[in-house]
């Protein structure tokens, strides 16, 4: 079981990249990052407070960042609605599958122990021949066949089509 894990956690480094070590540097750069903006607002508040009072310079910093927040909310409600709206259409696309459903795994599991694994392995692999072969034919018959490709402007193509077609008939 561990050498599972241990896979399992060796997946995950290979697709996100993180390690302990990434995590330490993104804390330090995101607290050295809160410390800069701190300074560069009060380096603000500052060169306000001497261009103005106090007062004002207070309030305008906090009304830029009500307005910054507003735009925020704004921003995050636009994409809750994106994204609910996309979960929606997802799943009205999955009721068109029914047998993605749980339920019709587990009766599968079932009928698959009342009638044997030996039994069922046969039949499966004839169901997946069939739905090749169905498969097969439902795209021939669409139009995606040989045949569409013979047809030239000319009719150069076409004859050639007959001629090897005669030549394997004969």
């Known amino acids: 079981m561990g050498g599972w894990l241990h896979y399992l956690e060796l997946q995950a480094k290979v697709k996100t990249g993180l390690s302990s070590g990434v995590a330490l540097w993104a804390i330090i750069a995101a607290v050295c990052g809160?410390?800069?903006?701190?300074?560069?607002?009060?380096?603000?508040?500052?060169?306000?407070?001497e261009r103005y009072n106090p007062l004002t310079s207070a309030l305008i910093l906090g009304g830029l960042f009500l307005l910054l927040t507003i735009i925020a909310l704004i921003a995050c409600l636009l994409v809750h609605g994106r994204t609910v709206s996309r979960a929606r259409?997802?799943?009205?696309?999955?009721?068109?599958?029914?047998?993605?459903?749980?339920?019709?795994f587990g009766v599968g599991l079932?009928?698959?122990?009342?009638?044997?694994?030996?039994?069922?392995?046969?039949?499966?692999?004839?169901?997946?021949?069939?739905?090749?072969?169905?498969?097969?034919?439902?795209?021939?018959?669409g139009g995606g066949g040989e045949g569409a490709a013979d047809s030239g402007e000319d009719g150069e193509e076409?004859?050639?089509?007959?001629?090897?077609?005669?030549?394997?008939?004969?």
């Open 158 to 170: 076409a004859e050639d089509g007959e001629d090897d077609n005669l030549r394997k008939a004969a």
């Open 89 to 104: 259409l997802e799943l009205a696309a999955r009721r068109n599958t029914p047998w993605l459903d749980p339920q019709y």
């Open 110 to 141: 079932q009928v698959a122990r009342a009638i044997g694994w030996r039994r069922i392995v046969p039949l499966v692999a004839v169901g997946v021949i069939a739905a090749g072969l169905a498969r097969e034919w439902a795209g021939a018959r």
């Open 34 to 49: 809160v410390v800069t903006v701190g300074f560069i607002l009060l380096a603000a508040f500052i060169w306000l407070a």
